[in-house]
């Protein structure tokens, strides 16, 4: 019987539309899954839009139980892939014209008249490289075979482009 599902899976075509985090990711997991016959359909390029142009910013602990989730999951692919560019990072809410920064500023900034709060610690918010989670999620099992550019463009995991 667990044989059978695993044949089924492996033979499962699955073709995901869109190559930015969301698309990346569903190949990512359905690759692990065991699925190995996976097409990205990509209209341009790999994180060519809002992927690719996002703030690289992840924060834990700013929405509900899915943000955790996603989070978590972010930083399992930033330990398992190369060159994600994942940093964990401490993050400050800073403004102009204030004062009271002195404890968590940079003597530099402190200097300008700033004041700051603390926003988060290496263990609630994230740098991310913009684009570099995409690419190497699809990097991992085979080389991404992609045609890109007005018209269409296809990235796949099964070679058989
Ligand atoms: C300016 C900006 C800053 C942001 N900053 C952050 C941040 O700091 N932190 C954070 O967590 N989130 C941020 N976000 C939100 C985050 O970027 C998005 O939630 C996330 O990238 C969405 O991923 P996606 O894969 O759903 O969409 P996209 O990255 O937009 O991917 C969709 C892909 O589908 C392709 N596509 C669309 N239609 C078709 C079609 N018909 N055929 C083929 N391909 C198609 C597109 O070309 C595109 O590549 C930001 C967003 C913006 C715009």
């Not at 892939?81 to 003597?107: F, K, N, Q």
């Not at 610690?121 to 890109?148: F, M, P």
């Amino acid at each position: 019987m667990a044989a059978a599902a695993t044949a089924a899976v492996a033979e499962m075509r699955v073709v995901i539309c869109g190559g930015g985090i969301i698309g990346a990711a569903c190949a990512y997991y359905l690759s692990r899954a065991g699925v190995t016959h996976i097409t990205i359909v990509e209209r341009a390029s790999i994180a060519c839009h809002a992927s690719g142009k996002a703030g690289g910013f992840l924060a834990r602990d700013w929405g509900g139980t899915f943000a955790l989730q996603s989070f978590d999951l972010h930083a399992e692919l930033g330990r398992v892939l190369e060159g994600t560019d994942y940093r964990p990072v401490e993050t400050l809410s800073v403004s102009m014209g204030g004062s009271g920064g002195g404890s968590v500023l940079p003597a530099w900034a402190d200097r300008c008249g700033a004041a700051a709060s603390r926003l988060g610690t290496t263990a609630t918010t994230v740098s991310l490289a913009r684009g570099r989670t995409e690419e190497a999620a699809l990097r991992t099992d085979k080389q991404i075979d992609e045609e890109s550019g007005r018209g269409g463009g296809r990235a796949g995991a099964d070679g058989d482009n």
